[in-house]
């Protein structure tokens, strides 16, 4: 690994995102109703949603999940104090009618399981979440990953938990006291553009152990630099998608 080959590839790459060269001026989570960056229907909007992101492709998800909030019908899914007060069948439609929950038992459960955790800890408000904690993302991060795993389902994955913290951050009005502690969201994308930088080898990425092993050489790379880990995540995560563009 030549850490300042990688760096300068960084640098160009990081340009290339920011110039648009790499696509992406549309995300999968710009797929959404444009509600009030600090309400609360806005902050279960980015939330619940993000539980169900997995295997899975992030466009059709939001999109799923923009349908249902705007039908009448089901837009009841986004609000805990109602889902935990329903059957679990209607909810099931209600999640599978656009799709947003393709796995329609486990990912129902999933569903529901958050929002009782979100109503019997925060009374159906995630924003006390984060001011409970002083919107440390240490302190979030430990509780939700630890002490409450079995409470936060998906969501206190190490690759779910990131991204989550993340999408919060940009598209809400929270704001971080630590923002240089989130790291890269280790998805298929993003240890497949770390594997082509040079960051891990091939035993290293096929290893039960890649997502752990791509948040530390991030961050190892990264200290003492200009950037913060989740600086590069969108970045990486484009270029692995679009088919690795030259990068010059």
Not at 33 to 40: I, M, N, Q, R, V
Not at 151 to 166: E, H, Q, R, S, V
Not at 226 to 247: C, M, Q, V
């Amino acid at each position: 690994m030549n850490k300042d080959e990688i760096l300068r590839k960084i640098d160009i790459l990081y340009i290339m995102w920011k110039q648009g060269s790499l696509g992406g001026e549309i995300m999968p989570e710009d797929e959404n109703p444009g509600l009030e960056k600090s309400s609360l229907e806005n902050y279960l909007y980015f939330t619940l949603p993000m539980a169900l992101n997995y295997q899975r492709n992030s466009y059709t998800l939001w999109e799923a999940a923009n349908k249902t909030y705007k039908d009448k019908e089901t837009s009841f899914v986004f609000n805990p104090n109602i889902v935990v007060n329903k059957t679990f069948e209607e909810v099931q439609y209600a999640l599978t009618k656009y799709k947003v929950a393709l796995q329609k038992n486990k990912q129902t459960e999933i569903w529901i399981r958050l929002c009782n955790t979100f109503v019997n800890l925060y009374n159906g408000d995630i924003r006390k979440l984060f001011d409970t904690f002083d919107n440390d993302v240490d302190k979030i991060r430990k509780f939700i990953q630890k002490e409450k795993r079995c409470d936060f389902p998906y969501l206190a994955g190490t690759k779910i938990c990131n991204y989550w913290l993340y999408v919060i951050w940009q598209y809400t009005d929270r704001e971080y006291k630590n923002i240089e502690s989130l790291t890269v969201a280790p998805d298929t994308h993003v240890c497949k553009a770390t594997l082509r930088l040079g960051l891990i080898n091939e035993e290293e990425f096929n290893s039960n152990n890649v997502q752990k092993i791509v948040i530390d050489r991030w961050n190892k790379l990264f200290k003492g630099t200009k950037y913060k880990p989740i600086d590069i995540h969108t970045a990486l995560w484009l270029w692995s998608r679009n088919g690795f563009k030259e990068i010059k």
